[in-house]
T-cell receptor
Framework: ETGVTQSPTHLIKTRGQQVTLRCSSQ?????VSWYQQALGQGPQFIFQ???????GRGNFPPRFSGLQFPNYSSELNVNALELDDSALYLC??????????????FGAGSRLTVL | AQSVAQPEDQVNVAEGNPLTVKCTYS??????LFWYVQYPNRGLQFLLK??????LVKGSYGFEAEFNKSQTSFHLKKPSALVSDSALYFC???????????????FGSGTQLTVLP
């Protein structure tokens, strides 16, 4: 089985620009979550998608948006980039409905630098 | 709201010695608890989880964790540390009854474990 793959691995943007990050879920998983990990911090929940709809959102502004596609791949879009958006963005997939707590399978992340 | 505290930013231990990485949590209901490990330039890898049942949970690579409800703790342990265990460790919690945004995993700030040869 393949794991979670993310692209691009690294990218540099300037303030005010827009960025799209992509994620392919692990085979058999139906839920995708996105996390932001700033330097020296733990991952912070951005949002989760299940059946192509957002079903949970953390404390992030609307300029952070996402999509989940029928094949369970996903995109994270960030508009009007700010310097504080510089971070490692982690995509994680899981199988919703699994008894006993869903284990998230993480990708290696996309490191975004905003100048 | 749910939260996790990892009180130690850094833990150093000699190879072959036992290791403990501390974690305490707060949820309104009953918790699901997880430990993940992160190596440089890599995503997080699952180590173990507590759902219900035995308080001592065994996971990957010889790690185990003990759930203590009265102390709201879930410390990660290993009887004999290896140099290859050196990495960043994250504890995470989720409320069993959570829905919507409460389905998220809430992570601690991480503990850097260094095993010295």
């Amino acid at each position: 089985e393949t794991g979670v793959t993310q692209s691009p691995t690294h990218l540099i943007k300037t303030r005010g620009q827009q960025v799209t990050l992509r994620c392919s879920s692990q085979s058999g998983h139906n839920t995708v979550s996105w996390y932001q990990q700033a330097l020296g911090q733990g991952p912070q929940f951005i949002f989760q998608y299940y059946r192509e709809e957002e079903n949970g959102r953390g404390n992030f502004p609307p300029r952070f948006s996402g999509l989940q596609f029928p094949n369970y791949s996903s995109e994270l879009n960030v508009n009007a980039l700010e310097l504080d958006d510089s971070a490692l963005y982690l995509c994680a997939s899981s199988l919703e409905g699994t008894r006993g707590g869903n284990v998230l399978t993480f990708g290696a992340g996309s490191r975004l630098t905003v100048l | 709201a749910q939260s996790v505290a990892q009180p130690e930013d850094q833990v150093n231990v000699a190879e072959g010695n036992p290791l403990t990485v501390k974690c305490t949590y707060s949820v309104s209901g009953n918790p699901y608890l997880f430990w993940y490990v992160q190596y440089p330039n890599r995503g997080l890898q699952f180590l173990l989880k507590y759902i219900t049942g035995d308080n001592l949970v065994k996971g990957s690579y010889g790690f185990e964790a003990e759930f203590n409800k009265s102390q709201t703790s879930f410390h990660l342990k290993k009887p004999s540390a290896l140099v290859s265990d050196s990495a960043l460790y994250f504890c995470a919690v989720r409320d069993i009854a959570g829905s919507g945004s409460a389905r998220q995993l809430t992570f601690g700030s991480g503990t850097q474990l260094t095993v010295l040869p």
